[in-house]
């Protein structure tokens, strides 16, 4: 342990060591900055009750799709092993406005196109909110905990789908930077404990 105490502060005396620690700190200090003030610029999601409503109605088109229950609060008086049993189904992702995953009711509906390890966190995060949680920070880390490959997975697999959304579109300089915005958002959202109302505002 002693050792390797000497052997760090040592490599710290380096000054291409020290050099390159400086620039790492630098840029990410500079992207942070760029991600922030390009956050004030990017506009808030649109909610209305109307688009409420038709979430709600894609669940019940759904239910009756998939034969699961139109009722919440199912799962509050199961273990978590049987949560992930009887209350997660694969579907396709179009039919869940292209989420890895949502809750409807008591089930847990999962993208069926998700690499292995990726689906095995998300059924966990869905299935912890089925089961209470609704804070997104904390079924993260409590889901990366039980399925740590998933949850490296999901970040990669995320970032590539977004990343072909921006290259398979024409989009302006402005429609990219909010796209890679919405993903700091999320990033916040699932890592920082940032609400998620504040990124929503209500057309009326």
Known sequence: MLLKSRLLLAGLKDPKILLAL????FISIGLFLL?????????????????AAQLLETCDILAKKYNFEKEE???????????????VLHIPREQINSNNGQVCYSTALIANDLPKFAKKYIAVHESLHLSRESNETKANFKAGLKEPLGLVQTVFYSISLNTKVMFSKKLSFKDNMCKIVSMYRLFKVYFLNMDL??????EW
């Open 22 to 25: 400086g620039a790492v700190t």
């Open 35 to 51: 991600l922030e003030i390009a956050d004030k610029q990017c506009p808030k999601y649109k909610i209305s009750y109307e688009k």
């Open 73 to 87: 609060g199912l799962a509050y008086t199961e273990t978590f092993d049987e949560i992930l049993k009887k209350r």
């Open 197 to 202: 109302a504040n990124y929503y505002e209500w």
